[in-house]
C-alpha cells in the first residue's frame, strides 16, 4: 500500500478540496483509494473531510482525533503514544471493506494555524512515521511560490521525507505552469486555476450566516449566490442587475423593487433570492399581487440589520463549502482532478497489475472515450433548461458536438434565465427551416407504409421525429430525448425509421448502476414488458455486450425467483429455457441462472445455493425476466441505497436513440449524451 500525505505549504490553500480531488483522480484511474484526516481542525460535530470522502467519494474512514485530543498529548509530552494513535488510524483506513489493503491510502495532513504553532511539525512527523510521501500544496495566488516550494522541499528532504510532487491551487491566469516546471526539482502534478463560480454559496448558507427568518423558502437549497445588489436607487437603476444569482438586498418598504424582483422571476430569471432588511416586510397587497413569483423558486428572507451592514456581513460569508453542499464540493472536486497531470501521477503512484472499474474510473473512462469519438449529438428538446445546459457542458467539455432543435431566441432566453452563456459553436436548428429537407426521405423511408407527403411534413412537426429522421439519414450519429417526453414519444420514431441493427430481433435496455465498489450492468428494466424466452436470451446477450463495450467484464446472471432446479412455475421455466438458449449462441460467455438475486451477487449465498456456477456470487450483469421485476428493481436500488444510475441507454437499434428520465438531473443528460456518442463510435467500427 502506497501512502500519500497531503500537506500545505501555509494557510487557506483549499487542503481539503485537493486532497480529495488527488483521491477522485486516484479513482478515476481504477485503483481502491482509502482516505484519513487523522486530526481534525473543523471545530464542529463533523469533520466535513470525512463527510465529503463518505457522501461524495464513497470511503468510509475512521474518526479524527480532535485538536484538544491533540493538544493534550503534546502538553503531556506524549507525542510518541500520539503518532502510535494517528499511525493506527491510518491503517485502519488503509483496509477496505473486505479487509483487504487499498492500492493507496490519500491522508489529508493538518491545516497551518498559526494558533497551534505545532500543526507544520506534525505533518512531517506523521510522514515519517507512516513512511509516506508527501505532496505539498501552494497557492500561486502569492509572489514566491515556486521558491516557497523549493525551501519546503529542500527542508523536509533534510528531515528525511520523500516529496512526491507538488500541487498550486487557486492559481491566477498569470502563473505559468511551464516556469514551475522548468524551476522545480519536484514534479508538478497540476495547477488548478481558481473558477469564480465554484466560490457561490448556496443562498441558505447566506440566511445560515446571517441566521435570517426565511420568508418564502422557494429553492434557497440549489440557488446561489453569485453577484449581491444592494437597492439603493431607483428601481430603473437596479433592472440591469436583476441577473441570474443576484442576491436584491432591499428594505421592504421598497414596493417598487419588490415588483421589479417577482417580475424578474416570473420572467425565468433565477435570482439567487430576495433579502429585506431593517426587519421590514412588504404590503400584505404586494405579497398577494406577487405570489406566482414565489412559486418560481425565489427565496425571501428577511433581517433586522440595515442595507449596509447586512450586504457587509454577507462579504463575510465563509468562503468554505459547507458540510451539507455535496453539489458544490462535487463540483470542487472534479475541477481538481481534471485539472492534476494524469501523467504526473502515474508517474509518481506504484500502479497494481490489475484495476477495477469502480464508479469513479467508470465516468471517467465514459467521458474520455466519448471525447476521443467526437460525435454529433442531437437533442430535439432545444429549449428544455437542463437540456440546454447539459448541451453547454458537453460542448465546452469536448465530450460531443451537441445539436439543439429549437428557435434560437428562445434557447438563448431559457439559457440567460439559468445564467448559462450558450458557446458559439454549439449548433442550433430551427426547426421551421430545416423540416423541409426531410419530407421526401421521410416518405421513401415509410413508403411501404404508404406514407405521403403532407403527412410527413405533419409528422415532422414533433422535433423528435425530426432528429430521428436527422439521425436516420446520417446527418447526426445519435439522439437522446425524453426529458419532457415519455419513453414511448422517443423509442416509436426510431422503431420506425431507424430499425434494428442487422442480427438483433428486439430493441432493449440497460442501466449502469454505480454501486459504492463497482459498476453493475442491470437489463431489462425500461423497454420490454414481458419478454419471452427467445427475447430474454437476446437481452442477455445485448446487455453482455454493452457492458464489455464500457469495459466491464460480463458475467452474466438470469435472475429469477429460485436459483437452479430448486423451482417450478412458467416464469421461472421461462428463464431457464432463456439460459440455454444465450449459452447455445455464445458458449464463450460467461452465464449463468436460473439465479435469485442473493445468489448472484453475494459469494457466501452462491456457495450454497449454486457452488458450481461460473458467476454467482461475482455477477456483473443482471437479466431480470420481465419490465416489473427490472424497473422496480433498479429503483429500488438507486433510491435505497442512494446509487446512481446512468441510462436507460437502448440496445439493439440500428443507430443509437436514447431516452432520459422526465426527472432527470443535467449531470445525467451530459452521461446520457456520452452513452450515445461512445455507442455511435462502437457501431462505426462494426461497419
Not at 502506497?2 to 481504477?30: F, K, N, Y
Not at 484519513?36 to 463533523?46: F, I, R, S
Not at 429585506?276 to 400584505?284: E, F, N, V, W
Not at 420514431?493 to 442501466?511: C, E, M, R
Request: aromatic share 4%.
Amino acid at each position: 500500500m502506497q501512502i500519500l500525505l497531503i500537506t500545505p505549504t501555509r494557510q487557506d490553500v483549499g487542503l481539503t478540496s485537493v486532497s480529495l480531488g488527488v483521491v477522485r483522480a486516484l479513482q478515476r484511474q481504477g485503483l481502491r483509494v482509502g482516505f484519513v484526516k487523522p486530526v481534525a481542525q473543523d471545530y464542529t460535530d463533523n469533520d466535513r473531510s470525512l463527510l465529503f470522502a463518505s457522501r461524495i467519494c464513497q470511503i468510509d474512514s475512521p474518526a479524527a482525533l480532535t485538536t484538544e485530543q491533540v493538544m493534550a498529548r503534546i502538553a503531556a509530552n506524549q507525542n510518541d503514544e500520539l503518532l502510535e494513535d494517528i499511525v493506527g488510524l491510518c491503517m485502519q483506513a488503509g483496509l477496505d471493506g473486505n479487509g483487504e489493503k487499498v492500492d493507496v491510502l490519500v491522508v489529508e495532513g493538518l491545516h497551518i494555524d498559526s494558533s497551534h504553532p505545532f500543526t507544520a511539525r506534525l505533518n512531517t512527523d506523521i510522514a515519517r512515521s507512516l513512511h509516506a510521501e508527501m505532496v505539498l500544496v501552494a497557492s500561486s495566488e502569492l509572489s514566491g511560490s515556486i521558491s516557497e516550494i523549493k525551501v519546503a522541499a529542500s527542508e523536509l528532504r533534510q528531515d528525511g521525507c520523500a516529496v512526491a510532487g507538488v500541487i498550486f491551487n487557486k492559481a491566477c491566469p498569470e502563473f505559468s505552469d511551464i516556469r514551475a516546471r522548468a524551476e522545480l526539482d519536484v514534479p508538478v502534478w497540476g495547477v488548478v486555476r481558481f473558477k469564480e463560480e465554484l466560490m457561490a454559496p448556496r443562498t441558505l448558507d447566506v440566511a445560515r450566516h446571517l441566521d435570517a427568518e426565511v420568508i418564502n423558502k422557494g429553492d434557497v437549497k440549489h440557488r446561489r449566490v453569485r453577484e449581491t445588489v444592494v437597492a439603493g436607487r431607483s428601481v430603473s437603476e437596479v433592472i440591469e442587475r436583476l441577473q441570474p444569482g443576484a442576491l436584491i438586498i432591499s428594505s421592504g418598504d421598497r414596493d417598487d423593487i419588490m415588483l421589479a424582483t417577482a417580475l424578474a422571476a416570473s420572467n425565468g430569471v433565477q435570482l439567487a433570492g430576495l433579502l429585506l432588511t431593517h426587519g421590514s416586510t412588504a404590503d400584505r397587497r404586494i405579497f398577494a399581487l406577487t405570489r406566482k413569483a414565489f412559486d418560481t423558486g425565489l427565496p425571501v428572507l428577511r433581517v433586522e440589520t440595515d442595507s449596509f451592514h447586512t450586504a457587509l456581513n454577507v462579504s463575510r460569508l465563509p468562503s468554505a463549502v459547507a458540510a451539507d453542499d455535496f453539489e458544490r464540493m462535487n463540483a470542487v472536486l472534479d475541477t481538481v482532478a481534471e485539472q492534476l497531470s494524469i501523467d504526473a501521477l502515474t508517474a509518481s503512484v506504484r500502479m497494481p497489475t490489475t484495476t477495477h472499474l469502480s464508479p469513479p474510473a467508470f465516468r471517467y473512462q465514459l467521458i474520455q472515450k466519448a471525447r476521443a469519438a467526437k460525435k454529433r449529438i442531437v437533442l430535439p428538446e432545444g429549449d428544455e433548461p437542463r437540456t440546454v445546459k447539459a448541451a453547454v457542458i458537453c460542448q465546452e467539455k469536448g465530450i460531443a458536438q451537441c445539436v439543439l432543435i429549437g428557435k434560437r431566441s428562445e434557447i438563448e432566453t431559457v439559457a440567460a434565465a439559468q445564467g448559462v452563456q450558450i458557446p458559439a459553436d454549439l449548433e442550433i436548428l430551427d426547426p421551421d427551416v430545416v423540416r423541409e429537407d426531410y419530407i421526401d426521405p421521410m416518405v421513401e423511408l415509410r413508403k411501404s407504409k404508404g406514407l405521403t407527403p403532407g403527412a410527413a411534413r405533419e409528422q415532422l412537426a414533433d422535433n423528435v421525429v425530426l432528429g430521428t429522421m436527422m439521425l436516420a439519414t446520417d446527418r447526426v450519429d445519435g439522439l437522446v430525448s425524453g426529458a419532457v417526453h415519455t419513453t414511448a414519444n422517443t423509442v416509436r420514431p426510431a422503431l420506425q425509421l431507424i430499425k434494428t441493427a442487422p442480427g438483433q430481433s428486439i430493441v432493449s435496455s440497460v442501466f449502469f448502476m454505480l454501486m459504492p465498489d463497482q459498476v453493475l450492468v442491470y437489463g431489462d428494466c425500461a423497454i420490454n414488458p414481458s419478454p419471452n424466452a427467445q427475447e430474454l436470451a437476446d437481452i442477455a446477450l445485448q446487455s453482455a455486450d454493452s457492458a464489455r463495450a464500457f469495459g466491464i467484464e460480463p458475467k452474466v446472471a438470469m435472475i429469477s425467483y429460485s436459483t437452479g432446479k430448486s423451482g417450478t412455475g412458467a416464469e421461472v421455466d421461462k428463464v431457464r429455457e432463456a439460459t440455454e438458449l444465450a449459452k447455445g449462441k455464445r458458449p464463450d460467455l460467461l452465464l449463468d441462472g436460473p439465479l435469485q438475486y442473493d445468489a448472484a451477487s453475494v459469494k457466501d449465498v452462491a456457495a450454497q445455493k449454486a457452488p458450481n456456477s461460473p458467476v454467482a456470487g461475482q455477477a456483473s450483469v443482471f437479466v431480470f425476466p420481465d419490465l416489473n421485476t427490472g424497473n422496480t428493481t433498479y429503483k429500488a436500488v438507486q433510491r435505497s441505497a442512494n446509487v446512481v444510475s446512468v441510462g436507460p441507454m437502448l440496445q439493439g437499434l440500428r443507430k443509437p436513440v436514447n431516452d432520459l428520465s422526465r426527472g432527470a438531473l443535467v449531470d445525467d443528460i451530459v452521461f446520457t449524451i456520452a452513452l450515445t456518442a461512445i455507442q455511435a463510435q462502437a457501431m462505426t467500427s462494426k461497419k
